[in-house]
């Protein structure tokens, strides 16, 4: 079992910063993949990036290259979402999520374990 807690969220302005953080308990196994997904009411979830927990590869949707970096700290179980140059159409709920199969990163339903999300606002 894993368990994911993400938190960081908050208001901010357009072309602020933020860092979102996703703590996991349970065992992480060299296989193990963890991705960021955002959510607007109504819409589906939105990969992205994603990072390997043994290999460190990243991985990004094409919509947020250059602007959010994911990162890890393999001691504190704990993932990252750098957020740049906010824009308001970045508002959503932001979740992370953990993968121990071999699906694909960029599907949602690839990944096993879910947090509960933590809501981003940016005001213009």
């Known amino acids: 079992q894993v368990n994911l807690v993400e938190s960081g969220g908050g208001e901010v302005q357009a072309g602020d910063s933020l860092t979102l953080s996703c703590v996991f308990s349970?065992?992480?196994?060299?296989?193990?993949?963890l991705g960021w997904f955002r959510q607007i009411q109504g819409k589906d979830r939105e990969f992205l990036a994603f990072?390997?927990?043994?290999?460190?590869?990243?991985l990004y949707a094409d919509s947020v290259k250059g602007r959010f970096a994911i990162s890890k700290d393999n001691a504190k179980k704990t993932v990252f979402l750098q957020l740049n140059s906010l824009r308001p159409e970045d508002s959503a709920n932001y979740y992370c999520?953990?993968?121990?199969?071999?699906?694909?990163?960029?599907?949602?339903?690839?990944?096993?374990?879910w947090g509960q999300g933590t809501q981003v606002t940016v005001t213009s």
């Open positions: 990072i390997g927990w043994g290999s460190g590869i990243t």
């Open positions: 349970g065992r992480a196994y060299t296989s193990f993949g």
């Open positions: 999520a953990a993968q121990t199969g071999s699906g694909s990163y960029y599907y949602a339903a690839s990944y096993n374990y």
